[in-house]
Antibody, heavy 119, light 108 residues
């Protein structure tokens, strides 16, 4: 059974940093791209970033480019999202998700971790 | 960026009724469209990928159709767990994945 467990969320001041982690199990981790998707309170879903299975290719939404960095440690089956220069509009539940076999849609999701950016 | 517009915003139906949800793209996405269900307080769950293929374990009451710019998710007979929010998502315009704004299916 695929399991994704996020951690690292919390309250941070504007301009601050936070690192999210997502520990994966139940599948051949290095064979799949991993993605972060966020959901602001009461709002819809927004794609944030994707990292290829090898870790060689990274992709970002324009809204986070230059501020967020996605990475993975295939020896630990973990994907990370380093978030710098945080803004109030980054407040959201952050989900990590596993790409499907077809690619670029998401067949498994974590439970999410809440990031609140506020002074 | 490809904009996905979902309609209606809210659908009020009774258990056992048929639900028809629409997703319209601002430009063609081919068949690269997925549907998700999100129950309150939970993560989304993939229902349909590539417009019409049910994900593993998804019941046959869910079906998807369409191509190009117009897509439909049909739930043939609503179960209690189907009262939730549904999102469509395109993967045609990589790396600019986008989601629709959602349709809430509520109990009438």
């Amino acid at each position: 059974e695929v399991q994704l467990l996020e951690s690292g969320g919390g309250l941070v001041q504007p301009g601050g940093s936070l690192r999210l982690s997502c520990a994966a199990s139940g599948f051949t981790y290095s064979s799949y791209a991993m993605t972060w998707v966020r959901q602001a309170p009461g709002k819809g879903l927004e794609w944030v970033s994707t990292l290829s299975g090898s870790g060689n290719s990274t992709y970002y939404a324009d809204s986070v480019k230059g501020r967020f960095t996605i990475s993975r440690d295939n020896s630990k089956n973990t994907v990370y999202l380093q978030m710098n220069s945080l803004r109030a509009e980054d407040t959201a539940v952050y989900y990590c998700a596993k790409d499907s076999v077809a690619g670029l849609d998401f067949d498994s999701w974590g439970q999410g971790t809440l990031v609140t950016v506020s002074s | 960026e490809i904009v996905l517009t979902q309609s209606p915003a809210t659908l009020s139906l009774s258990p056992g009724e048929r639900a028809t949800l629409s997703c319209r793209a601002s430009q063609s996405v081919g068949s690269y469209l997925a549907w998700y269900r999100q129950k309150p307080g939970q993560a989304p769950r993939l229902l349909i990928y590539d417009a019409s293929n049910r994900d593993t374990g998804i019941p046959a009451r869910f079906s998807g159709s369409g191509s190009g710019t117009d897509f439909t998710l049909t739930i043939s007979s609503l179960e209690p767990e189907d009262f939730a929010v549904y999102y469509c998502q395109q993967r045609s315009n990589w790396p600019r994945l986008t989601f629709g704004g959602g349709t809430k299916v509520e109990i009438k």
